[in-house]
């Protein structure tokens, strides 16, 4: 049959993608720059049935529901076209952690989706072509293919370059989650909300190339406080375009910016740490690997973090028959 599996790690990205060139090829205006975790992952398998009526998608043992399903389909549609299949597919995918909780499952999800579909509807794309049908799916999933460290570029298309491999730095990120349930706004409304009517878009596209460069910098010198700093000021001047938008978007709980204030409070004192958060409240905490177990206890006292995880750099993306 027709079948395979592949499984993705998620990625964080230290120098954010937030707005497109392009909406319907989707395609990001700005490059970035991310480091793949090694523990929360997705593991999806792809069938193509020939009884099927549609496509069909699973999620953590459920159907999916409906938008993620067409999303999927629409995805899937990409991959017919270029193997010249016909069938529908069943898909089966499970994540290691909570779906749609600003956990980037899209970026793991599109890619274990694209690794097994591509497999199981018998093409074997070079690895350019990969990254540039998977980011068709989600813009921050052609970095997990590579593990480590690693920068997408968009240009034509997207490319994904290893900035760095997985051992090759031992970092940590300690993830605190501020809240539970999915996010507000995902990722891909609130960027083009942000491109349409945030003031500061045109300065946000015109800084970012000096953005990459300085972490891309850092992380050659292994200067974690230059990668730190880079990762923070990208993260806050993405949310200040969300929160610019009209109607303004802020994806800050209460502790997400106690936790922040935390990390900033113990890197005065000496316990060093850099913040980065997403389209969702949790935050995560770039640190040395001997920093991570302190770093992640002080986090669990702060009001409202619900649970804190480490994770250190992982591997790209494993497909199996
Ligand atoms: C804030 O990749 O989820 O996590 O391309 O619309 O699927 P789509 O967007 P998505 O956006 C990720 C946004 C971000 C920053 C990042 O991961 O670079």
Not at 35 to 40: A, C, Q, S, V
Not at 128 to 133: E, I, S
Request: proline residues 7%.
């Amino acid at each position: 049959m027709a079948t395979a599996q592949a499984t993705a790690r998620t990625n964080i990205a230290l120098v954010k993608y937030w707005g497109k060139a392009d909406l319907d090829a989707n395609l990001p205006a700005v490059g970035s720059l991310s480091m793949t975790l090694d523990g929360l992952w997705t593991t999806t398998r792809v069938s193509f049935e020939p009884d099927l009526a549609r496509d069909e998608l699973q999620l953590d043992d459920q159907p999916a529901p409906e938008p993620a399903r067409q999303r999927a389909s629409r995805f899937l549609d990409l991959v017919r076209q270029q193997s010249g299949r016909t069938e529908r597919a069943r898909v089966v995918s499970t994540n290691s952690f909570p779906t749609a909780a600003g956990l980037a499952s899209s970026a793991s999800g599109f890619c274990a989706l694209a690794a097994a579909a591509t497999r199981a509807a018998g093409i074997d794309l070079p690895a350019p072509d990969l990254a540039d049908l998977t980011r068709r799916g989600s813009g921050s999933a052609p970095r997990s293919l590579l593990g480590g460290f690693v920068e997408l570029r968009p240009g034509d298309g997207c490319q994904v370059v290893q900035v760095a491999p997985a051992d090759y730095w031992d970092l940590r990120l300690v993830i605190a989650l501020c809240a539970d349930g999915p996010k507000a706004v995902g990722s891909t409304e609130g960027m083009e909300r942000s491109r349409r009517t945030s003031p500061y878009y045109d300065r946000w596209i015109d800084d970012h190339p000096a953005d990459l460069d300085r972490a891309r910098r850092a992380i050659a010198e292994r200067e974690l406080p230059a990668l730190g700093r880079a990762a923070e000021a990208s993260c806050f001047k993405m949310h200040a375009l969300a929160m610019s938008s009209d109607p303004p978007l802020i994806y800050f709980q209460p502790a997400t910016l106690a936790a922040v204030q935390r990390v900033w409070h113990l890197r005065a004192e000496g316990l060093v740490g850099y913040v980065t958060i997403d389209a969702g409240p949790h935050v995560k905490v770039l640190c040395a690997a001997a920093d991570a177990e302190a770093l992640a206890a002080e986090l669990g006292r702060v009001d409202g973090v619900r649970r804190v995880m480490i994770q250190a750099p992982g591997p790209g993306v494993e497909v199996a028959a």
